[in-house]
């Protein structure tokens, strides 16, 4: 303890590999224990930490993940002549397999009332031979405070599930029991392993801590009991005093050639009962009550509509979104409100999920321990870094924006090039803190329905480009000239090209004259155009002189244009030069909208970065907490409530729908099916 009576703990360490070591001390540093230390080598054949007597130094708590079912433990040792006497009064592990040298090292480095946590394979409890004789010494002593089976493929390297073995030498003397926990159910997939979730380790250490137990999944086990030789003789096997509960509906063969559902599968909905216990009767009725056999009150197709909609189930999940969330959200405003340079993050999430976990110790359709993964996961995700945040730079962070920049070249000072932000560019920008999606919906509600509007509009004319494209993009599709190499877009060079080269195909007397004459002006060979004018009446329509009589060349151009575009497109071509110019037209609109998109988007964004230097402290908080934090916790409770309806209905329509028909029934409609294909094929000729 030190002069304010807070507790210090020196932490040590050792490893085989430097290199591993090295990372354990990085990690030290990492998490603001720069002090502790780290030491190479064999921990087992050369300890590092020793007394003044060269004897083991003794620690008041030790955790170990020592090498599973180490064949070269005896490396560098001899065994029957321990220096550090570690199994004297044990005995001596098998030489192929050091699990419990390790843990006799352990405890031989344990202070008087010292306590300890090792990870270790599960054979470790229940092997015979060597290791059941060190096993039953070590129960004789009575240090085994509690054991914790783990999932398998917990760990990198070995799929094989493991446990933690709970040492405690304090009052060891009088202590009665084991307290064991059967936690290999609770994880979650990531990737190729398992992965203990936040509600996992709470459980497990509130279990032990309180020493709850639970049907299936924790128990207290005597001493008397586990050293028995009639019964358990030593045995630590977890399944041998836990039985997991099996929540697996076994097939009922009797419900399968007579009809009907067992009770057991009714009864497997209980927590679906217990909140609706009107919507049992509904979905289900007694079909033999003597056997307590059930049968479908409704059509099985509407199993899963009726849960939903039960007035019950829907009041239930009312009250656990908002008057239970509500409770646990008044009582942490002053906490979330109140963060300074003294704030400990550490007791904060201690201090609310505490009370998150008390909020919710009586709901019917959430698990207040997946209530509690839900805060834990947000907490890691991105809470702790808001109140680290706070910690350091107050409230007034909220204000701060954290801007992405375009890229650019530039030299290192070694003449290397490297890439670098261009401070000038901005591509992107977001608050520290508090999301610019945020900002956007509070304060600029008109604005964002404005972009909203247009984003709509940008999606319905790309949908009907993108139905067009796939309608004419075939081998007679109109469109296909334009596609590129992929056949899955239509590039506008490829569309402006394609058009050109169909306007170059139309016919028109008028237009080929005025392509003469131009041809003539350009020749300065005006007699020859007077000849062709007076040749073709119809050129007197188009103006091709000044008022003094004299050919003007943009007055020739201009009019070659007019008659190009009332050209006519030969039949042949009309169709895809129509489609082309449709599609041109959608691509142009688009353009536009896209255009007004942009600029009203950069009109939003400096809004936006302007309204962050002007929120104050209590507009912080209060987007902070309200529409932040509390907003997102609400959401994944919401989503956690939706998908416990959601097994629970999915189970409801399987034990309908598994007994639904009989055996006789299915062989009977399977008879039907097979009688009318055998009479279809035979009416088209088919005989066997």
Not at 115 to 140: D, F, Q, S, Y
Not at 428 to 453: K, M, N, Q, V
Not at 509 to 527: K, P, R, V, W
Not at 647 to 655: D, N, Q
Request: with cysteine; hydrophobic share 35%.
């Amino acid at each position: 303890m030190d002069a304010d009576g807070n507790s210090i703990v020196t932490i040590f360490g050792q490893e085989k590999y430097p290199d591993t070591a090295g990372l354990a001390k990085m990690n030290f540093i990492l998490h603001n224990k720069g002090t502790g230390e780290i030491k190479s080598g064999n921990t087992l054949s050369s300890p590092q930490y020793l007394d003044e007597f060269d004897e083991l130094r003794k620690f008041d708590f030790i955790v170990m993940n020592p090498p599973f079912s180490d064949k070269a433990w005896t490396d560098g040792i001899k065994p029957s002549n321990d220096k550090y006497k570690r199994f004297a009064d044990y005995g001596i592990p098998p030489e192929k397999n050091g699990d419990y040298a390790w843990f006799l090292h352990v405890l031989k480095s344990l202070s008087q009332n010292g306590k300890a946590g090792i990870i270790l394979p599960h054979g470790v409890l229940t092997r015979p031979n060597a290791e059941e004789t060190v096993r039953k010494a070590i129960l004789a002593k009575r240090y085994i405070k509690g054991i914790v089976s783990l999932p398998a493929n917990l760990f990198y390297g070995t799929g094989i599930p493991a446990c933690i073995i709970i040492i405690d030498k304090e009052g060891a003397e009088s202590r009665t029991g084991i307290f064991m926990i059967d936690a290999s159910n609770g994880f979650k997939k990531d990737g190729s392993k398992n992965r203990l979730r936040e509600q996992d380790i709470e459980k497990i250490v509130r279990y032990f801590n309180g020493q709850i137990i639970e049907d299936g999944y924790s128990r207290f086990v005597t001493y008397e009991s586990i050293l028995d030789e009639s019964t358990n003789d030593g045995n630590l096997n977890i399944p041998r005093y836990i039985t997991r509960i099996d929540d697996t509906l076994p097939q009922n063969i009797a419900a399968h050639l007579n009809g009907g559902i067992p009770k057991a599968d009714i009864d497997s909905l209980e927590k679906l009962w217990a909140v609706a216990p009107e919507l049992k009767r509904g979905l289900f009725a007694t079909l033999d009550e003597k056997h307590s056999i059930y049968t479908l009150a409704v059509p099985s197709d509407t199993i899963e509509e009726n849960i939903y909609q039960d007035a019950s189930i829907v009041s239930e999940k009312e009250k656990e979104l908002v008057p239970t969330f509500s409770a646990w959200r008044n009582e942490v405003p002053d906490i979330l409100l109140g963060l300074d340079a003294e704030t400990n993050p550490k007791a904060l999430i201690r201090d609310i999920s505490d009370r998150i976990l008390a909020t919710y110790h009586d709901s019917r359709l959430l698990d207040k321990y997946d209530v509690y993964d839900c805060l834990l996961n947000y907490w890691n995700e991105k809470l702790q870094d808001d109140v680290y945040a706070i910690k350091v730079g107050g409230y007034e962070a909220g204000r701060e924006i954290e801007y992405e920049y375009a890229k650019k070249k530039a030299k290192d000072e070694n003449g290397e090039t490297i890439s670098v932000d261009d401070k000038s560019k901005v591509k992107s920008f977001d608050g520290a803190l508090i999301p610019g999606t945020i900002i956007e919906r509070i304060y600029f509600a008109d604005e964002c329905a404005a972009i909203t509007a247009l984003e709509e509009q940008c999606g319905l004319i790309e949908a009907e480009n993108d139905e067009m494209r796939e309608e004419e993009s075939g081998e007679d599709g109109l469109l296909r000239e334009a596609l590129n190499e992929n056949g899955d877009s239509i590039p506008k060079a490829n569309l402006t090209k394609r058009i050109k080269e169909l306007e170059a195909k139309k016919t028109s007397e008028i237009a080929d004259a005025l392509a003469q004459i131009s041809e003539l002006f350009a020749a300065g060979n005006t007699a020859e155009i007077e000849v062709l004018l007076k040749q073709n009446p119809a050129l007197a329509a188009y103006e091709l002189q000044n008022k003094k009589g004299v050919f003007i060349k943009s007055k020739i151009a201009a009019a070659l244009k007019a008659a190009q575009a009332d050209a006519v497109m030969p039949e042949i071509y009309a169709d895809e030069y129509a489609a082309l110019c449709a599609y041109q037209e959608e691509m142009s609109a688009l353009d536009e909208v896209n255009k007004q998109l942009k600029a009203l988007r950069k009109e939003l964004d400096d809004k936006v970065e302007k309204k962050y230097g002007e929120l104050t402290v209590e507009e912080i908080k209060h987007l902070l907490f309200d529409e932040k934090w509390m907003a997102r916790l609400s959401s994944d409770i919401g989503a956690e409530v939706d998908k416990v309806l959601n097994t629970l209905a999915s189970k409801a329509l399987l034990i309908a729908k598994r007994y639904e028909h009989t055996l006789k029934q299915i062989e009977e409609k399977t008879s039907d099916s097979k009688n009318a294909v055998r009479a279809a094929l035979e009416r088209m000729g088919y005989k066997w």
